[in-house]
C-alpha cells in the first residue's frame, strides 16, 4: 500500500500565499505523475497541477500563472506554491500520485485532502 501525507491547508485573505505539501510513502517502485486536485462544495473533484516524473507540468487554466507545482524524487514529495490567491480557490485540497508498487501494479493514490479557505 501507498500512504499520503498532505499539510499546509489554512485560512488566508485574498491576495495572500499558502504551500501545499504532499509526501508519498510504502511500497512504492517507481512514482509517476503526482497532483493536486480540488474540491469546492457541490462541484466536482478538478485538477489543479500535475507533474509527470519527467518534469512536464499542467495547470487548470484559473491557476496558471499564480500556482506552481514542484515535486522531489528522492523525497517522494510533492509541493503546490499557491500565490494571489482568490476567494474562488476555497476548496479541499487533494493529492494524487500515480505509481508501480513493490508488486509491479500501477494504481493512483489519494490524499485525505486539506483545507484551503479564501476569505476576509
Known amino acids: 500500500q501507498v500512504q499520503l501525507v498532505e499539510s499546509g491547508g489554512g485560512l488566508v485573505q485574498p491576495g495572500g500565499s499558502l504551500t501545499l505539501s504532499c509526501t508519498a510513502s510504502g511500497s512504492i517502485f517507481s512514482l509517476h505523475a503526482m497532483a493536486w486536485f480540488r474540491q469546492a462544495p457541490g462541484k466536482e473533484r478538478e485538477l489543479v497541477a500535475s507533474?509527470?516524473?519527467?518534469?512536464?507540468?499542467n495547470y487548470a487554466d484559473s491557476v496558471r500563472g499564480r500556482f506552481t507545482i514542484s515535486r522531489y524524487n528522492a523525497a517522494n514529495t510533492v509541493h503546490l506554491q499557491m500565490n494571489s490567491l482568490k476567494p474562488e480557490d476555497t476548496a479541499v485540497y487533494f493529492c494524487n500520485v500515480y505509481v508501480t508498487t513493490q508488486l509491479q501494479q500501477r494504481n493512483a493514490y489519494w490524499g485525505q485532502g486539506t483545507q484551503v479557505t479564501v476569505s476576509s
Open positions: 507533474r509527470n516524473s519527467g518534469g512536464g507540468t
